[in-house]
T-cell receptor
Framework: NAGVTQTPKFQVLKTGQSMTLQCAQD?????MSWYRQDPGMGLRLIHY???????DQGEVPNGYNVSRSTTEDFPLRLLSAAPSQTSVYFC??????????????FGPGTRLTVL | DQQVKQNSPSLSVQEGRISILNCDYT??????FLWYKKYPAEGPTFLIS?????DKNEDGRFTVFLNKSAKHLSLHIVPSQPGDSAVYFC???????????FGQGTTLQVKP
């Protein structure tokens, strides 16, 4: 049971480049979410999904797209990277069946730098 | 505006003593509160939670207290151990939505 996995661990982009941060979980959790962590600001919710085919915006969605075609995967896309998107990105998952949506399992994070 | 605030960026305690981490919130709609622990280069790990219908929840060495009238919660760790050294985030949610609002975090150092 790998839990929540994220790739890549580190990434450097130039302004305007696009990329996809991958997130997968093997716990059959219906709920998945993306957060970013910036110094002095805690974690902020970007997008979340309560099941395959269903996504919604969180606190800071601008500049990011998501899709949820399977229960396991929840990729986060940056269409045109900006220096303000330099951050550490965490993916998380949870399930009402085994707990509640709030008690989330987090991946190890992706550290993204945009030059 | 910061709806969940941890006003102490850091805390240092001696091994075996009590650690008390504090958190304040402004949104009276929050009804579920959690504490997460984070080690460097790892994702946060869920530690303990409390629903607004309770004022205390205990799990081993960890106890969370909720004071709804003051919009304040605290995490007590007794006794503190060096392995508890980490960043602690409090988080709040409005119902069981999974949409967590996090505080800025408090770095706890437990000295041997």
């Amino acid at each position: 049971n790998a839990g929540v996995t994220q790739t890549p661990k580190f990434q450097v982009l130039k302004t305007g480049q696009s990329m996809t941060l991958q997130c997968a979980q093997d716990m059959n959790h219906e709920y998945m979410s993306w957060y970013r962590q910036d110094p002095g600001m805690g974690l902020r919710l970007i997008h979340y999904s309560v099941g395959a085919g269903i996504t919604d915006q969180g606190e800071v969605p601008n500049g990011y797209n998501v899709s949820r075609s399977t229960t396991e995967d929840f990729p986060l896309r940056l269409l045109s990277a900006a220096p303000s998107q330099t951050s550490v990105y965490f993916c998380a998952s949870s399930s009402r069946t085994s707990g509640n949506y709030n008690e989330q399992f987090f991946g190890p994070g992706t550290r993204l730098t945009v030059l | 505006d910061q709806q969940v605030k941890q006003n102490s960026p850091s805390l240092s305690v001696q091994e075996g003593r009590i650690s008390i981490l504090n958190c304040d919130y402004t949104n009276s709609m929050f009804d579920y509160f959690l504490w997460y622990k984070k080690y460097p280069a790892e994702g946060p790990t869920f530690l303990i939670s409390i629903s607004s219908i309770k004022d205390k929840n205990e799990d081993g060495r960890f106890t969370v207290f909720l004071n709804k009238s003051a919009k304040h919660l605290s995490l007590h760790i007794v006794p503190s151990q060096p392995g508890d050294s980490a960043v602690y985030f409090c988080a709040a949610s409005d119902d069981n939505t999974g949409k967590l609002i996090f505080g800025q975090g408090t770095t706890l150092q437990v000295k041997p």
